[in-house]
């Protein structure tokens, strides 16, 4: 009997067309995870640091811009808390812009966790038949008639697997992470909307103290 090769390519050229192409689809997907977990931590990562900065921050700019341009803007009969929730709701459509380009990645790794365990068990199944396919077809219950089938099912698992378990914890943790950093920038929008409607209040009625 001649030895099964259990690389990972060996598995691949054993497999049939069906095994392949699942083999395939699983390895793309797990190519791709690992490009969106790096893609996700380094938003993150720029993002988190932009806060720290504060509003001196270029990531931060259109925050500031924001939130002079509410600022400079009279309403009539308007308070100064009004004026205030006013500069934080543009500052704060800024900021889910921000963070809405960084977690954009996140929907793929929540679809790959979810869907990877699936599709390699749709290998192995297929497998499986296949060995069970090659018993009838050889009427021999050897190992080597039953063999490659069960190779090609497990090879389709571990590799649905090594998907999967990446993608859900790189989910996990990085919308975790991603989160702390929303809520620093939350308390930023507060801090730097409190300081503009302040700022404007103070110009309003120093332009209504002039002769």
Known sequence: MQPIDMSPLGLFAAAGPVGKAVMAVLLLASVWTWVVILEVWLGTRTLRRAVARGAEAP???????????????????ESPAERRVRIGEAMMREAQTLVGAVECGLPTLAMIASAAPFVGLFGTVWGIMSSFMGIAAAQDTSLAVVAPGIAEALAATAIGLAAAIPASLGYN???????????????????????????????????????
């Open 59 to 77: 990531l931060l700019a259109p925050l500031v811009v924001a939130g002079r341009t509410e600022a400079d803007l009279v309403v009539d009969a």
């Open 173 to 211: 943790r990085l919308a975790a992470s991603l989160g702390r950093v929303g809520q620093r920038l939350h308390h930023h929008v507060e801090r730097e909307a409190a300081g503009f409607a302040v700022a404007a209040f103070a110009t309003h009625r120093l332009s209504e103290d002039r002769p």
